[in-house]
């Protein structure tokens, strides 16, 4: 809807715009397990910031066809990558019980996508699907303050182990 709307993209173009979206998602689904199994805090907060750039960059840029498919590109690898390093850091934490870490976190994905759906139709139907692009990419900001503002300042000896998991736990295999 966002391209046929707001960036008044042609409906023989929207397939090939979605192919190039979802390549990227797929890529990011790649990437996110790579970058988790070296760099955790780091791949969330970076993810969760390209993220919410992506998405506030796309409501000045909706009419620029070529950026729009860009930006929801740049979206979709985040957020592809955002289910890797989310997965890999809830079962690193709770190593005792991962069947139980799994299922919570799908569960608040789902969770999440349901009610974004719901957000998203209600800004749809009361300010047009170009806005909601400056709805998510606040919530997508105000997710990073409260991430970082739960966060203390580790030492420096704290931080290097804080964000460092054994490949074996990221997925890896010797």
Avoid: C
Wanted: aromatic share 4%.
């Amino acid at each position: 809807m966002f391209f046929t709307k707001a960036s008044h993209l042609a409906n023989s173009s929207l397939s090939p715009a979605l192919l190039v979206a979802g390549a990227a998602g797929v890529l990011g689904v790649v990437s996110g397990g790579w970058l988790v199994a070296r760099r955790p805090v780091t791949a969330l907060v970076t993810t969760l910031i390209l993220s919410g750039v992506a998405l506030l960059a796309l409501y000045p840029l909706a009419h620029n066809q070529a950026a729009a498919v860009a930006l929801v590109a740049v979206r979709a690898l985040a957020f592809g990558a955002l289910g890797t390093i989310v997965q890999v850091r809830v079962l690193t934490v709770a190593p005792g019980s991962t069947d139980v870490a799994s299922a919570a976190s799908s569960s608040v994905f789902n969770v999440g996508i349901g009610g974004g759906a719901f957000v998203g139709g209600l800004v749809v139907a009361s300010a047009g699907v170009q806005r909601t692009t400056l709805v998510a990419g606040a919530i997508e900001v105000i997710a990073i303050a409260l991430y970082v503002g739960t966060h203390r300042r580790p030492t420096r000896a704290h931080h290097e182990a804080a964000d460092t998991v054994p490949l074996a736990a990221a997925g890896a295999s010797e």
